[in-house]
């Protein structure tokens, strides 16, 4: 029997892939070129190019995909299998792992969304610097020019110029004359 080949809708974009799974689209693409030449990847002719797209059930075998509010879970993702033997402690301790995960989760988006803050905060800070040094900047020229006008003032006029004779300077002796005297 030959395998069916899989269709459009089994594959992602990078950028689907990364919302999907929760991960950067620097860690699909990493994927991606791990499994270039495989059957996971596909590249398909866009007008920008060639995109690469990513078998949906390669990606469900390397990641856990994420659901978000508003997107519909993954009807082909398997479900995490338990060991044939559960001892009841495990099972408490998987759930109280869980939940320290999704706790661990939280805070982490909680650190995410602070940073995001900071960062807007610094942006804002760096705007603020950088006008007042302009401002500081366009008033240091603006005390330029009024010394310079101040300067020009006291400069002589052009006729009283004419009536200070010139200083005649002495052609410079060429290397010759130095040597000769002559």
């Known amino acids: 029997m030959e395998p069916t080949p899989l269709t459009t809708h089994e594959f992602l974009t990078i950028k689907e892939a990364a919302k999907q799974f ?103 800070l760096t705007s603020q610097v950088n006008s007042q040094r302009i401002g500081h900047i366009e008033e240091l020229i603006l005390r330029q020019n009024e010394q310079l006008g101040e300067l020009q003032k006291r400069l002589p006029e052009p006729s009283e110029a004419s009536q200070v004779e010139p200083i005649l300077e002495q052609p410079k002796k060429t290397f010759w004359q130095r040597m000769f005297g002559k």
């Open 22 to 124: 929760g991960r950067s689209e620097q860690t699909i693409r990493r994927l991606v070129k791990q499994h270039g030449l495989t059957s996971h990847v596909r590249t398909e002719k866009t007008a920008k190019g060639n995109a690469y797209l990513v078998s949906l059930q390669f990606l469900t075998e390397q990641y856990t995909p994420v659901v978000s509010a508003g997107q519909l879970p993954v009807s082909d993702i398997p479900e995490p299998q338990l060991p044939a033997l559960v001892v009841p402690d495990q099972v408490e301790e998987i759930v109280r792992l869980q939940a320290a995960l999704a706790e661990r989760d939280q805070t982490i988006q909680k650190l995410q969304h602070r940073l995001l803050e900071q960062n807007d905060v610094l942006n804002a």
